[in-house]
């Protein structure tokens, strides 16, 4: 089982950036397939970004690409989500997910969940 801990939200302006961190528990987390979600209010959650076991495939959400970069520590348990040029409608709750798979997911087929950070983009 793993659990995870998302942190690094917060408020920025337009065009600034913000590094997403997921601590995950356990020893196996070099085993889990990874990826970062978000829900903005009233809409339903949606993919942003994957990354294998391994970090050497990686997958992002046309919205993202080129701005946003997934990447992970198996050593320190941890994966990381790099936002740059951030707009106002990337304002919302960015969640980590955990899937034992040797492969890559953007669905939400996800074993295991964070609780979610805010992410608040102002005009």
């Known amino acids: 089982q793993v659990q995870l801990v998302e942190s690094g939200g917060g408020l920025v302006q337009a065009g600034g950036s913000l590094r997403l961190s997921c601590a995950a528990s356990g020893r196996t987390f070099s085993s889990y397939a990874m990826g970062w979600f978000r829900q903005a209010p009233g809409k339903e959650r949606e993919f942003v970004a994957a990354i294998s076991r391994s970090g050497g495939v990686t997958s992002y959400a046309n919205s993202v690409k080129g701005r946003f970069t997934i990447s992970r520590d198996n050593a320190k348990n941890a994966m990381y989500l790099q936002m740059n040029s951030l707009k106002p409608e990337d304002t919302a709750v960015y969640y980590c997910?955990?899937?034992?798979?040797?492969?890559?997911?953007?669905?939400?087929?996800?074993?295991?969940w964070g609780q979610g950070t805010q992410v608040t983009v102002s005009s």
């Open positions: 997910a955990a899937k034992s798979l040797d492969s890559i997911v953007t669905t939400e087929e996800y074993d295991y």
